[in-house]
């Protein structure tokens, strides 16, 4: 069953189209602010989100980009009553996966979320079965494996996530809260412990190319560097 985050403030509204994804099969989380949303992202593991853009304090949009953040692939469906071009253009250059605008039919509103996730999990599949180069090494996610060194390396579920994390990444950086977030779904400090041994598993089984580094960057996580 899907999750889906819903952050709407009409509190008439919004309970009604809570119930109506329900009846359609989907699992909803609802809030009602900007804050309350973003709360809510961090400890829930949610398949896709459907934001209001006009919330006081924190808007759609600022929560779409926090968001953003966490997870740079969830897919987002803002809700709105505004067509200016300025806002389109701003959902946009977020990332905004589709728009509707308010008022909308129930049924349009599903449709658009089935679309989006659709597209998110052949997406996801791809993702799953790419092929990563790192250095001398490949890494194909579909089986865990790292190819390259003296033996091929099946990985754990925790060390395939958090490699991928650093392939994916722009520049090889990942925050270590998003890597948290990303892995285990929370921030909890006794996971932060464990990410620093996973981190360490990592660069001993790339240890064997010498131009590949695995970097703490001081009060923002790590940064994978493979030097040419």
């Known amino acids: 069953m899907s999750h889906l985050l819903l952050v709407d403030d009409d509190i008439m509204l919004s309970p009604l189209t809570r119930e109506y994804l329900e009846a359609k ?3 909803v989380t609802l809030r009602h602010s900007g804050d309350e949303g973003l709360a809510a992202f961090k ?3 949610f398949d896709a989100c459907i934001l209001d853009v006009k919330m006081p304090l924190k808007d759609g949009f600022a929560l779409a980009e926090d968001i953003r953040q966490i997870d740079p692939l969830m897919p987002i469906l803002f809700l709105t009553g505004a067509v200016q071009k300025e806002e389109r253009i701003r959902g946009l250059s977020i990332g905004a996966d589709d728009y509707i605008t308010k008022p909308f039919s129930m049924e349009e ?4 979320v089935r679309n989006t996730l ?3 999990q052949a997406q996801q599949k791809k993702s799953e079965s790419a092929v990563f180069e790192v250095g001398k090494y490949r890494y194909h996610a579909g089986t865990r494996e790292l190819h390259g060194g003296t033996e091929v390396v099946k990985l754990t579920a925790i060390e395939a996530k958090l490699l991928q994390l650093f392939c994916e990444s722009e520049n090889g950086i990942i925050r270590r809260d998003i890597a ?9 400090m006794l996971k932060g412990r464990s990410l620093n041994v996973y981190v360490s598993k990592l ?5 064997e190319d010498q131009a590949i580094e695995i970097l703490n960057v001081h009060g923002e996580g790590y940064q994978m560097v493979v030097r040419r």
């Open 25 to 27: 099969g989907y699992s």
């Open 118 to 120: 659709s597209r998110s």
């Open 180 to 188: 948290l977030q990303r892995i285990w779904g929370d921030e909890d």
């Open 109 to 112: 509103l599903y449709l658009r």
């Open 43 to 45: 400890l829930g593991q």
């Open 203 to 207: 660069r001993t089984f790339l240890s």
